[in-house]
């Protein structure tokens, strides 16, 4: 009888720990459920994470390479910046080098006026005969042309003569005439009167005296 009820304690003690060891079980798996749920939340939460710091990541990226060429193209527009200032600077300088210069140049002819002008004014008679290059020694008529030693007489004969009236009175035209007198006058046969217009010609003081030796000879000859 007693092994009975032991027997019975036994069994009942096996059916109630059963049973709480399969609640226990289910509750682990309720658990094990849930944690399964959770973990996974975390997961999908943790992969959305890791996809916006990617996506962080790579804009940063962007923004830094943008950021690095735009320094790049900072530094270059800054050494172009430079190499203009250092132009402009060069060019300033050089600038107030010759302004200085020509300060230096106007005070020095301000000076030098201020002092002319506190001078005591000398007036120059200059002369209204443009005197020719002076006549060689062994020049003579005889290198002269009919025609220029003609107008040389004409000349000598009228005292003084306008380049227009000696035209008239060889019958020339005005640019041979004027080609006549140039050389006349270059030579040293003629000066020229420049104080009025038209130039007027005569002939030299010791040309005439040529011409005058020349006339009496003619005569004596005769």
Do not use: C, W
Request: aromatic fraction near 6%; glycine fraction near 4%.
């Amino acid at each position: 009888m007693e092994l009975f009820f032991a027997t019975i304690s036994l069994f009942t003690v096996t059916i109630v720990a059963s049973f709480i060891y399969y609640k226990r079980i289910q509750q682990a798996h309720a658990e094990y459920e849930n944690s399964k749920d959770v973990v996974r939340i975390i997961t999908s939460g943790f992969t959305q994470q890791l996809r916006k710091v990617a996506g962080s990541i790579l804009a940063v990226e962007r923004d830094a390479a943008y950021a690095q060429s735009a320094a790049a193209e900072a530094n270059r527009t800054s050494a172009e910046a430079v190499e203009v200032v250092k132009d402009n600077s060069e060019k300033v300088s050089a600038l107030s080098v010759k302004m200085d210069e020509t300060d230096k140049t106007v005070a020095s002819l301000r000076e030098e006026i201020q002092g002319l002008a506190r001078r005591r004014p000398v007036y120059a008679v200059q002369p209204a005969v443009e005197g020719a290059i002076p006549m060689r020694q062994d020049a003579v008529l005889d290198q002269l042309t009919p025609t220029e030693l003609g107008v040389l007489m004409l000349i000598e004969e009228e005292g003084e003569a306008s380049g227009p009236a000696i035209r008239e009175k060889v019958n020339k035209t005005r640019e041979h005439t004027a080609r006549l007198l140039k050389k006349l006058f270059e030579s040293g046969f003629i000066d020229r009167n420049t104080s009025g217009m038209p130039y007027r010609y005569s002939v030299r003081k010791e040309i005439k005296e040529l011409i005058q030796q020349q006339k009496e000879n003619a005569q004596l000859s005769l």
